[in-house]
């Protein structure tokens, strides 16, 4: 990218100067390897008195030094290895990315990209620390493993089940912690993946080191346990919080090292529970029947299907340990996990007996009648007793388990003797919805952006119009759910609203509190993710919109995004590929420029279930090459980018996979594609048209099209949001 002569050396000038007039700045290309901006921001701050007349003002000094390591975090520019520092530099601020920000910083007062950024409060965890190590030296523990997962290996989890949140203080629904005392030191480690590392970075206090999963150089859990322990060391975890596949290789990687750890999993109370003296009460929330009107297929029906496969199988049973996959086949609902319509529970099906372990036994009469004679209930807390007992009877041949079902009870089933661990036989019928379901998750969505596009013109007009600068991200996020808590079939949200103003954004997993949140900035970018829970579906949508005039920086970001969202939406391809290999389509115009994002492209939802679901979906991790994607599946369309300290982007919209008519079928493989069931309007004027085909750009006024003929009749009440959806959908 051209730029003149005079600011290229003004800025060149004071770039090279910074990086050359200071030995610790000298070293900053090892510094930018790391991600380390604490130790590079030292540097600068450490500039010694008579090189600081050099510099306007130190704290510009901060913005082309961050150019720097956001374009050496993503590989953008140069090598691992800088030669040339005029070479480098040059690159730097000719880079498409880069060089906006640089140009943009300069040419704008420091007051103007001034932000109310969200500060995360740190819980002190030292007294909790000091707790649990104390159990741990009476038990002669050495590493003490506290994973994010409950008993039935959710991804979310009830409040009693927030063990790692509690110990830690980072409250993001993935990561795992891991505790050491004695010859070992006294060392508190947490591994989390990329959608997380800026959150758990805010969050984490003095007494904790945060590992970054999928950085360079990041140890894994079991190889830093190798390093840090001494030899034969005790290495403990609850065996009902992990699940026995992942216990059995966590086992064998440490017992089998030099120092041949121990793997112990035998300690009968959770240690984190015994510290934790305020652990809420666990969840017992009521049970609600779901109709076929909305399931598509009966209780009765979904056991037969289940039995077939155990008669062909020559298996005796399934353990089902998944609460989705038990909500899915009761035809049931019900609340004991926020955001998800789940029960906590546990199923034993056989040839001949159906056994539901929930609550303390009883149900509802209007659930007694939903099951009727087919299914016996039984108490929550019984299951391990009873499923022992059940594993020892000699009529018992084998039962399958899945492969996130805990070790312990796997082991009270009797272990590889009488289960095998299979995927669940439920996980594709689960996936691959019926034609009531696809029904519902058409009609729902189209309901849950009828209340989004009014919404959005409100915030517009509270921003614009009547120029509200106290509105914060958290109030915001409560309008949409107050204008969704009007729709029909309304169950409650799906998950919680990501409402992010600026840098927040950046943040992928991001929630506003009412204690902790930012003023909605109408020149900055605002993400937003949300969706509702409704009796006929589960929806999922991301938008992200600009109030102001976006920077070309952020439209040329934006218009990368939604190049792969479209590529997504518009591609063919044949039975048998999976996410895995289709992910790569969503990256590419990202990838052009040297720019990628740390999380998954798409991922499957449930019927009225988990907005996460699996095995389907799209992304570069190889659990998504598992599975081909087949006609019926959920799946969503998010590609995002995210610029830390600056803004987040994402698109995301839901899609059905579908058979495609072509006009040839080659090899009879047959084709497929995406059908859209979310209609909210891309926003043209972040769009950088230059750098778009002719085919996205008819793409997007196509699609805004449809969006005003199957938004508009339903929000004929609202004259406002008719306005602004008439606006916004115009060609462009």
Known sequence: MSISSVIFNTKLN???????SNDSLSKSYKLLSNNNYKRLKRGISGISERNKPKYKSLKKSILPIDCVATQYKYNSIGTSKITNHHSFLYNLYNNPITSYQAKSYYSSSTDKHTVHSKKMNKIDTTARLEKLRELMKKKDISAY?????????????????????????FNGSAGIAIVTQGNAGNHAALWTDGRYHLQASKQLDSNWTLMKSGLPDVPTKEKWLIDTLPNKAKVAIDAKLISVTEAESFSKTLSESPKQLQFVTNIKENLVDQVWTDQ??????????????????SLKDKLADLRKIFEEKNIDGYIITALDEIAWLFNMRGSDVEYNPVFYSFAAIT??????????????KEVSTHL????????????????????NLESIKKLWVSKGCNLALYEALGGSKKTEIVTSPLSLPKAIKNEVELKGFRECNLYDISALVKYFAWLENELCVKNNTELTEFAAAEKLEEFRSKLPKFMGLSFETISSTGPNGAIIHYSPTKEQCSIIDKDQFYLCDSGGQYLNGTCDVTRTLHFGQPSD?????????????????TIIFPNGTTGYQVDCVARKPLWEVGLDYLHGT?????????????????????????????????????????????????????????????????????????ERITFFPIQTKCCKKEIMTQKEIDWVNQYNKECWEKISPLIQDDQLALDWLKRETQPF
Do not use: W
């Open 553 to 569: 920086l952020e439209k040329d970001c934006y218009t990368r995004v939604l190049q792969g969202h479209i590529g997504i939406d």
């Open 372 to 391: 009727g004679s087919a299914v016996r209930v039984r108490p929550y807390n019984v299951v391990y007793e009873e499923l022992k007992e059940f594993g």
């Open 602 to 674: 798409g991922h499957g939802v449930g019927h009225f279930l988990n907005v996460h679901e699996g095995p389907q979906g799209f992304g570069s991790r190889p659990a998504y090459n598992t599975t081909p994607l087949k006609p019926g599946m959920i799946v969503t369309n998010e590609p995002g980018f995210y610029l830390d300290g600056q803004f987040g982007i994402r698109i995301e919209s839901m899609v059905i996979i579908v058979k495609k008519d072509l006009p040839n079928n080659f090899a009879n493989k047959d084709y497929y594609g995406c």
């Open 280 to 297: 809420p009460a666990p969840p017992n929330s009521d049970i609600i029947p779901l109709g076929i009107e909305y399931t598509g297929k």
């Open 14 to 20: 004071v770039a090279y100067n910074l990086i050359s």
């Open 351 to 364: 040839k001949t007996d159906a056994v539901l372990y929930t609550g303390n036994g009883k149900v509802s």
């Open 145 to 169: 493993i506290i994973p994010t997962e409950d008993a039935h290996q959710s991804e979310y989890i009830s409040d009693a089940d927030k063990r790692r949140e509690f110990i830690s203080g």
